[in-house]
Nanobody, 117 residues
């Protein structure tokens, strides 16, 4: 059973930066996709950044040019570097992964990111 553990959230001023980490364990092979979603209070959970097994990435339009997803395969860890943060980036950020194209999404417990104006 794959487990995802996030870290790195916190409080930052607008214009600042944070880096989130997600450590994956329990997978017998490389994950088909791994990435980040976020959910603000009263809002639907939305995709932020995803990387597939081939290294291809996809970003939400709202974070393009500001956020970067990267992966350290040796450590089974994925990172989300968030720069030029805005108050509207305030959310709980969830690491997500899929073991294969047919597998359901697996979720981490989430980490709070709060951006003050």
């Amino acid at each position: 059973q794959v487990q995802l553990v996030e870290s790195g959230g916190g409080l930052v001023q607008a214009g600042g930066s944070l880096r989130l980490s997600c450590a994956a364990s329990g997978s017998s092979g490389r994950l088909y996709t791994i990435g980040w979603h976020r959910q603000a209070p009263g809002q639907q959970r939305e995709m932020v950044a995803i990387m597939n097994i081939g290294g291809n990435t996809n970003y939400a339009d709202s974070v393009k040019g500001r956020f970067t997803i990267s992966r350290d395969s040796a450590k089974n860890t994925v990172y989300l570097q968030m720069n030029s943060l805005k108050p509207e980036d305030t959310s709980v950020y969830y690491c997500s992964a899929r073991q294969s194209i047919f597998s359901p999404l697996i979720w981490g417990q989430g980490t709070q990111v709060t951006v003050s104006s």
